[in-house]
């Protein structure tokens, strides 16, 4: 079924890819959004995945487009050049600015940001070049895992990044910080839990208890290491199977951090096989301990999920910290 009648959107879509509004078309519903919604289209001859944001969150469509950028460069950042995992192409993205009739417009590595007008329509738009789904290779695992270490390995400036972050709809600051025990608990901790506790999520004393764990941080997050590339939001939903039967990665929050975050949270939901953690190490072996450390690191996206489901959650999150506090 098309979407018939959203002059509107088509208007978004051509306006973020940079194109005119008579090469938008076919647009129609797909499956695929969890805080957006999800359309197909023809633009400019190539069909596309669009994400839509019906009640804009200023930065949030950027962000994503900065994450898929900087991890799709992730293959080139290294030396020699390493085969990192796959992601879907940045067409073009239109976005709210500070909540205001401001939009940004990125196509390709140019970024403007130009007053808004009734061309744009107020809309957030993010247009991704389509990626067909496949079945998995039977190297599929091991491909995954030697792309994710190349990704990681690829690195970052610093532990944080110069985008807003986001988890679904959730803030997350992204400001840099000096050591990566310091953004784990002031950046990604305790922030989240401040909202997981607002919303009546987490048991009596959890924030007490979780400033006891962050001042233990710097003992327990492992050996130094320099900052990783991250996803940021690894978990089995988020990495497809390509028409290639290789991996893609899809919905990535992406900031400089510690490697650990990202396979800790391929371990808290499942989907991902032994096969793809044994390829992983064969490139870029995990420091001695790591096992100790992965519900440390899974701590954060339970504190995620407490703030936006409930649930147990927050009782599996107070568990956790009481365990390293």
Same mark, same amino acid.
């Given at each position: 079924m098309t979407v018939s009648g959203d002059d509107t959107l088509r208007r978004a879509v051509a306006w973020a890819a940079g194109v005119e509004v008579g090469a938008v078309g076919d647009l129609r519903p797909a499956s695929g959004g969890d805080v957006s919604?999800?359309?197909?289209?023809?633009?400019?001859?190539?069909?596309?995945?669009?994400?839509?944001?019906?009640?804009?969150?200023p930065g949030l469509l950027s962000a994503e487009a900065s994450s898929l950028r900087w991890l799709a460069d992730a293959g080139t950042a290294t030396d020699p050049p390493a085969e990192a995992v796959p992601l879907p192409r940045v067409v073009g993205v239109a976005d709210v600015v500070d909540g205001d009739d401001t939009h940004r417009r990125r196509v390709g590595r140019v970024a403007d940001v130009v007053d808004g007008d009734d061309t744009h329509g107020g809309l957030a738009v993010l247009v991704l070049a389509f990626v067909e789904e496949g079945r998995p290779a039977a190297d599929h695992d091991e491909r995954l895992g030697r792309g994710l270490a190349a990704?990681?390995?690829?690195?970052?400036?610093?532990?944080?990044?110069?985008?807003?972050?986001f988890v679904g709809r959730l803030p997350q600051p992204n400001d840099p910080t000096e050591t990566w025990a310091a953004f784990l608990g002031s950046r990604r901790l305790w922030p989240t839990a401040r909202i997981a506790d607002e919303r009546g999520a987490l048991p009596p004393g959890t924030l007490e208890?979780?400033?006891?764990?962050?001042?233990?941080?710097?003992?327990?997050?492992?050996?130094?290491?320099?900052?990783?590339?991250?996803?940021?939001?690894?978990?089995?939903?988020?990495?497809?199977?390509?028409?290639?039967?290789?991996?893609?990665? $899809?919905? =990535?929050?992406?900031? @400089?951090?510690?490697?650990? *975050?990202? %396979?800790?949270?391929?371990?808290?939901?499942?989907?991902?096989?032994?096969?793809?953690?044994?390829?992983?190490?064969? $490139?870029? =072996?995990?420091?001695? @301990?790591?096992?100790?450390? *992965?519900? %440390?690191?899974?701590?954060?996206?339970?504190?995620?999920?407490?703030?936006?489901?409930?649930?147990?959650?927050?009782?599996?999150?107070?568990?956790?910290?009481?365990?390293?506090?």
């Open positions: 919604m999800a359309f197909t289209a023809v633009v400019d001859g190539q069909r596309c995945f669009v994400k839509h944001l019906d009640l804009p969150v990704m990681h390995r690829a690195g970052a400036d610093g532990f944080g990044a110069p985008w807003a972050g208890a979780l400033e006891g764990l962050i001042n233990r941080l710097p003992d327990l997050v492992g050996p130094p290491e320099p900052p990783s590339r991250l996803h940021g939001d690894l978990w089995g939903g988020n990495a497809m199977v390509g028409p290639d039967g290789g991996p893609v990665l $899809v919905d =990535p929050a992406s900031y @400089g951090g510690h490697r650990e *975050v990202d %396979l800790a949270m391929m371990q808290l939901f499942g989907g991902f096989g032994p096969a793809v953690f044994d390829a992983y190490d064969e $490139v870029f =072996p995990r420091a001695d @301990g790591h096992t100790d450390r *992965v519900a %440390l690191y899974q701590l954060h996206p339970l504190l995620v999920h407490a703030a936006m489901f409930g649930g147990g959650y927050g009782r599996r999150a107070r568990a956790t910290i009481d365990r390293y506090a």
